[in-house]
């Protein structure tokens, strides 16, 4: 891997997302070596994917070149690779490139998608986890608009118009409200030979509310937002299979579709090596102490949504969301300096900023404690909190141009397809 030896500790950190990138930031300039790696070169900020799907935005606004974050940091160095497995008792990963040796593992690896055991689900269905996954979704939603007008037959046509989201969380609810105000806004004026009113977005959940880890508050304004935009929402109802034209479900609901859009749940995405206790079968998460510890492996951690950390106020682990990720990220590059210092290091304990999900235009859902509240003032704080969070300058200046310009000409600019797509070669 051509990591130039040294007499620093060497913390090998594996993964880029919101855990990984707040470690290493937060190790810059300390008296250790830092490996960060990933097969990516980017760290992608993922609670705005959903905008890339749907075209409004472009994939450079909400992603970020690892080297450029870490470009000051002397001790800090990355590698693009894919770690394959682990060796604890050499302390050694071996990956695409090559080996390496360390004397703390830090895995930062994240989820995958789930679907439940579901093959035919996981072959023709889209997920949304990726920069390029997202711009698979813009581009065949793009495709199906144009297909469907030159489609020989009304249900060919329909099922062209017919977007299917499953899963009604954060993800799914944001992106169902995107779809609808493309097909408001854009479709009425870019495709004068397409009536609107054909196309139809459907949001299936499979439990009795929408954002289920919400409040009911939160749940019910939701709903009445994306009722207003004209979406379709199917509550207590599963996908039993989806072949690629059709919706079947545990209902009578029958869907013809090209796209279904898959954001039902995550499982995690953990390396191989580690003995089978140290894993959560059930979540795929690594099961940690409250200093991140793997359980039996003093000198392996893990970090974000790969930890299973089981605390008094989270008997069942924290949320899967950025929050935790990067609140544990921070801690744990003081925790590492103590550690190797032989200083105890401080317990984990996550400080909940709240919960939120933006729905469209002027409309937005914000839990904060007791505090619940909904539209133009939650779309604003909304907007706020995530134009800060991105990484870089840059980004947050393109952004917020990119918003302005949506909301002042009821716009989606970044309506290309760049790469076409084709669900069997995915």
């Known amino acids: 891997m051509n990591i130039p030896e040294s007499n620093l500790p060497r913390i090998v950190v594996v993964g880029g997302g919101f855990a990984g990138v707040n470690l290493v930031k937060s190790l810059k300039n300390k008296p250790v070596q830092v490996v960060l790696i990933d097969k990516r070169n980017y760290h992608t900020f993922q609670p705005l994917l959903y905008q890339v799907s749907s075209s409004g935005l472009e994939p450079d606004s909400i992603a970020y070149p690892l080297r450029k974050i870490i470009k000051s940091s002397q001790n800090i160095f990355f590698r693009l690779a894919e770690v394959q497995t682990i060796d604890a008792q050499t302390n050694t990963i071996q ?37 390029p996954q997202a711009l698979n979704i813009r581009s065949l939603i793009l495709q199906n608009l144009e297909k469907a ?20 969380g954060p993800t799914g609810v944001e992106l169902a409200g995107a779809i609808a105000e493309l097909k408001n806004n854009i479709v009425p004026k870019d495709y004068h030979d397409l009536n609107a ?17 919400m409040s009911s ?25 989806y072949d690629g034209k059709k919706v079947e479900t545990n209902t009578d609901l029958e869907l013809e579709s090209e796209t279904l859009i898959w954001a039902a749940g995550v499982t995690g995405n953990p390396v191989k090596g580690l003995a089978s206790e140290a894993l959560f079968e059930k979540l795929n998460r690594y099961r940690v102490n ?7 492996y003093p000198h392996i951690f893990a970090l974000g949504d790969i930890a299973y950390m089981e605390t008094e106020a989270y008997p069942k682990g924290h949320p899967q969301v950025a929050q935790p ?19 105890p290091m401080k317990k984990f304990k996550y400080k909940d900023k709240g919960s939120m999900a933006t729905i469209g235009r002027n409309k937005a859902v914000v839990d904060l404690g007791s505090l619940k509240f909904s539209g133009f003032l939650a779309w604003f704080v909304w907007m706020f909190i995530h134009l800060m969070a991105l990484v870089g300058f840059r ?14 000409n009821f716009d989606k600019a970044a309506r290309l397809i760049i790469r076409p797509f084709n669900k069997l070669n995915k």
């Open 395 to 408: 980004n947050r200046v393109v952004v917020f141009f990119n918003w302005s310009y949506n909301y002042i």
């Open 325 to 343: 990720a990067i609140q544990q990220g921070q801690l744990f590059a003081k925790n590492i300096v103590k550690l190797i210092a032989n200083k």
């Open 149 to 168: 007008t030159i489609a020989k037959t009304v249900e060919e046509r329909h099922a062209f118009l017919n977007f299917v989201i499953v899963g009604g």
């Open 197 to 213: 009113n054909d196309m139809h977005i459907h949001l299936l959940e499979g439990g009795d509310r929408l954002l289920p880890p």
């Open 217 to 241: 508050h939160a749940s019910k304004k939701a709903a009445e937002f994306l009722n207003k935009l004209g979406v379709n929402i199917h509550c207590n109802t599963f996908v039993k299979n």
């Open 290 to 296: 409250e200093y991140n510890q793997v359980e039996n």
């Open 95 to 131: 990956t695409s490139i090559g080996d390496l040796t360390f004397d703390y593992l830090v895995l930062a690896t994240g989820t995958k998608t789930n679907y439940f055991g579901n093959k035919d689900v996981e072959t023709y269905s889209m997920p949304m986890k990726t920069v």
